[in-house]
């Protein structure tokens, strides 16, 4: 038995018009609602269990979701009231799960090659969340050690840096092409030059033990926030993936890639 959280509360504001009438969850894809299209993908891998938080035409994905033969494996969380981001949104659905087994974090809007098999294996009785990353370039990296436990997150361009320790936040750091952290504080070096950065891909296994953490969390707040606040005391890590492909169906045109996505074995 395994259990997962489908983000679909967002408005969908890249999908204009489409979204202007239609929740994204339900714009479909090859004939099939994008809600439909994943879930269907996890059961294949045994999940049972599925947490939607619904928000923008909150009532179409519920209305959808009773008439079909998948209502019985999906509960709703309810956030018409107040989009609370992907901590919040969690947050707020704990009472829906299981509390003896991890949770699948998992968009919408994305499609992906991932065998969730497979990945909830790697979620070991001793880590609290396994995120899963890949070595694609973009502005924005988690920072782990050699052991692939968090550490921080960094924004290149700006050259913002988060972390509970203090030493990574006033070390200043690079990445080079090859997306390893270089140290521009000389005497830090040792350190920050022992970590690796890697794009997150918004997919990750979460633990239920983590929620006594979130308590002292606003309502709304962003997932990685969360993570980053308590990396120094839960465990924390990084699951690399190079194969990884992934695409965003929230764009509009993503939409004619994504039915051939599908269909690519």
């Not at 969340?129 to 960094?154: E, I, P, Q």
């Not at 090859?178 to 997919?203: C, E, R, W």
């Not at 707040?221 to 699951?239: N, P, T």
Request: aromatic share 10%; with cysteine.
């Amino acid at each position: 038995m395994k259990q997962a959280m489908i983000l679909a509360a967002g408005l969908g504001t890249r999908l204009k018009p489409l979204t202007d009438t239609m929740p994204k969850a339900l714009v479909p894809v090859g004939g099939t609602p994008l809600l439909d299209l994943n879930i269907r993908r996890l059961m294949d891998y045994g999940y049972d269990r599925f947490v939607v938080n619904v928000h923008h035409f909150a009532q179409q994905i519920i209305d959808h979701v009773h008439a079909s033969p998948l209502a019985p494996l999906i509960l709703f969380s309810d956030e018409t009231g107040q989009l609370l981001e992907t901590g919040g949104g969690l947050k707020k659905a704990q009472g829906l799960f299981r509390d003896d087994e991890p949770i699948l974090i998992h968009n919408v809007d994305i499609l992906d090659n991932v065998d969730y098999g497979w990945f909830a294996r790697q979620h070991l009785d001793d880590e609290d969340a396994v995120l899963l990353v890949s070595r694609r370039k973009t502005k924005r990296y988690l920072l782990f050690d050699n052991a692939m436990r968090l550490m921080g997150w960094t924004n290149i361009e700006t050259g913002e840096v988060k972390s509970p320790f203090p030493w990574l936040r006033e070390a200043g750091i690079a990445i080079n092409d090859q997306l390893q952290v270089i140290p521009l504080t000389p005497h830090l070096s040792p350190l920050t030059s022992k970590l690796y950065a890697f794009a997150f891909s918004g997919i990750h296994s979460f633990s239920p033990r983590l929620f006594p953490l979130m308590e002292r969390f606003p309502d709304r707040f962003g997932i990685i926030d969360f993570y980053l606040s308590v990396c120094h005391r839960a465990h924390i890590v990084g699951l690399p993936k190079d194969d990884l492909q992934m695409l965003d169906v929230g764009k509009l045109d993503a939409l004619e890639k994504a039915e051939q996505f599908i269909h690519t074995p």
